[in-house]
């Protein structure tokens, strides 16, 4: 079955910089685009960017640009997402998130943005 | 602010109907590009329930639904049954922010 294992949790201070792991099994890693979605404590859902498992390519939500790096090692299968210059505002739950498998029409693949199975979530708390 | 307008709560009694609503704009839902819906349980990652507007994933039950008109979607449940209690978010594309853009989440209660 599709399983999503994601990093534990991290506590960092403002300024700093957190790395989450989400190790993919279950079906075939290239096959399909990741996603990283955050949530911050009572609030709701913020996308924040995809990555492309075979070509290493990614996109990031405009107010994460600069800031934020997704990469992937499909030799174990795995995802991660770096957050640098962190505040307090950076608290959250943070989760990868597998798409539907892409739309392609020759050679070119297009993500669905369907997020069909979740990893566990990673909490990362920024204090001083 | 969310992207897309989701109303705080809803409520009904087992077995009623409730729909919640999704409200976008013209580059988002509006712009053609479907909706999905996810479930989430407190201290639980979210469920996709509802994708391409309509579809359910395998498992889902038939009392979820959903449906999309001009800017705005929404999610009906037949047959509220008390595990139905949760969190419910809406999801597009948005054109104008090129990136994917939630609502804000709708805490259902059965009453």
């Known amino acids: 079955q599709v399983q999503l294992v994601q990093s534990g949790a991290e506590v960092k201070k403002p300024g700093a910089s957190v790395h989450i792991s989400c190790k993919a099994s279950?079906?075939?890693?290239?096959?399909?685009?990741m996603h990283w979605v955050r949530q911050a404590p009572g609030q709701g859902l913020e996308w924040m960017g995809i990555?492309?498992?075979?070509?290493?390519?990614?996109s990031y939500a405009q107010k994460f640009q600069g800031r934020v790096t997704m990469t992937r090692d499909t030799s174990t299968s795995t995802v991660y997402m770096e957050l640098r210059s962190l505040t307090s505002e950076d608290t959250a739950l943070y989760y990868c998130?597998?798409?539907?498998?892409?739309?392609?029409?020759?050679?070119?693949?297009?993500?669905?943005?369907?997020?069909?199975?979740w990893g566990q979530g990673t909490l990362v708390t920024v204090s001083s | 602010q969310s992207v897309l307008t989701q109303p705080p709560s809803v409520s009904g009694a087992p077995g009623q109907r409730v729909t919640i609503s999704c409200t976008g704009s013209?580059?988002?839902?509006?712009?053609?590009?479907?909706v999905d819906w996810y479930q989430q349980f407190p201290g639980t990652a979210p469920k996709l329930l509802i994708y391409?507007?309509?579809n359910r994933p395998s498992g889902v039950p038939d009392r979820f639904s959903g449906s999309k008109s001009g800017t705005s979607a929404s999610l009906a449940i037949s047959g509220l049954q008390s595990e139905d209690e949760a969190d419910y978010f809406c999801?597009?594309?948005?054109?104008?922010?090129?990136?994917?853009?939630f609502g804000g989440g709708t805490k259902l209660t059965v009453l």
């Open positions: 391409g507007n309509t």
């Open positions: 013209s580059s988002n839902i509006g712009a053609g590009n479907v």
């Open positions: 279950g079906y075939t890693f290239t096959g399909h685009y």
């Open positions: 990555i492309n498992p075979t070509a290493g390519s990614t």
């Open positions: 999801q597009s594309y948005d054109i104008s922010l090129s990136c994917s853009v």
């Open positions: 998130a597998r798409d539907l498998p892409p739309d392609c029409t020759n050679g070119v693949c297009f993500p669905k943005y369907y997020f069909d199975h």
